[in-house]
Nanobody
Framework: VQLQASGGGLVQTGGSLRLSCASS????????MGWFRQAPGREREFVAA??????????YYSNAAEGRFRISRDDAKNTVSLSMNSLEPEDTAVYYC???????????????????WGQGTLVTVSS
């Protein structure tokens, strides 16, 4: 499975961005999809995830993302998106999308639970 993330860029504090991730998976709707981010000098951290169609496309968010970010998926287009609002300098990071079709829900926030990763897209929020 190949994942291609896009949509990163430079935005001012308080601005918005929409990231997208395109998947080559033939059974994309069965995959749980996640977004993670990694800032310089920091570990990769969970941002948001959404389960597959069979699990109700349920979203999960980190505390930092809750209320500002929204994850969504379009199974017909094999894409997952992350809409980010009220961006802050602390959101600056490389954002990665990830996929797995056998994920244990209790581990959906864990990077190690995902088998497939995209290359990342850089989000820079200026103050």
């Amino acid at each position: 499975v190949q994942l291609q993330a896009s949509g990163g860029g430079l935005v001012q504090t308080g601005g918005s961005l929409r990231l997208s991730c395109a998947s080559s998976a033939r059974t994309f709707s069965t995959y749980s999809m996640g977004w993670f981010r990694q800032a310089p000098g920091r570990e990769r951290e969970f941002v948001a995830a959404i389960t597959g169609a069979g699990r109700g496309r349920r979203p999960y968010y980190s505390n930092a993302a809750e209320g500002r970010f929204r994850i969504s998926r379009d199974d017909a287009k094999n894409t997952v998106s992350l809409s980010m609002n009220s961006l802050e300098p602390e959101d600056t990071a490389v954002y990665y999308c990830a996929a797995d079709n056998r994920i244990i829900l209790s581990s959906i926030r864990s990077a190690s639970a995902y088998d497939y990763w995209g290359q990342g897209t850089l989000v820079t929020v200026s103050s």
